[in-house]
């Protein structure tokens, strides 16, 4: 089974940005969709983007269109996601996550396999 590991996370004021990466080992990730979600506290998982085989469609939560981007690069097994103008309500933990399911699909039950977060605080 593929393992993900997810860094780029940390404390950022209001209108900054960071970039995550979610690194993949044992299985390349060039074969899986990816998609990154994020839990605030109190809160369920939810969508954030995703990105299909080959780049060769994206999509993103109607909440981060146009601040966020994802990227990959499947020669260093690595997805990228690229958060700017971030806002205090992005803080949560980002998890990315695999999934082999055809379609635009969101619900974090169609994933499969997960990192385990990291966490991206912002300060107003």
């Known amino acids: 089974q593929v393992q993900l590991e997810e860094s780029g996370g940390g404390l950022v004021q209001a209108g900054g940005s960071l970039r995550l990466s979610c690194t993949g080992s044992?299985?390349?990730?060039?074969?899986?969709?990816i998609g990154w979600f994020r839990q605030a506290p109190g809160k369920g998982r939810e969508f954030v983007a995703r990105?299909?085989?080959?780049?060769?469609?994206?999509a993103y939560a109607d909440s981060v269109k146009g601040r966020f981007t994802i990227s990959r690069d499947d020669a260093k097994n690595t997805v990228y996601l690229q958060m700017n103008s971030l806002q205090p309500e992005d803080t949560a933990i980002y998890y990315c996550a695999t999934t082999t399911v055809a379609g635009a699909i969101i619900a974090p039950s169609d994933f499969n396999y997960w990192g385990q977060g990291t966490q991206v605080t912002v300060s107003s």
């Open positions: 044992a299985r390349p990730l060039s074969i899986y969709k």
């Open positions: 990105v299909s085989r080959f780049s060769a469609s994206t």
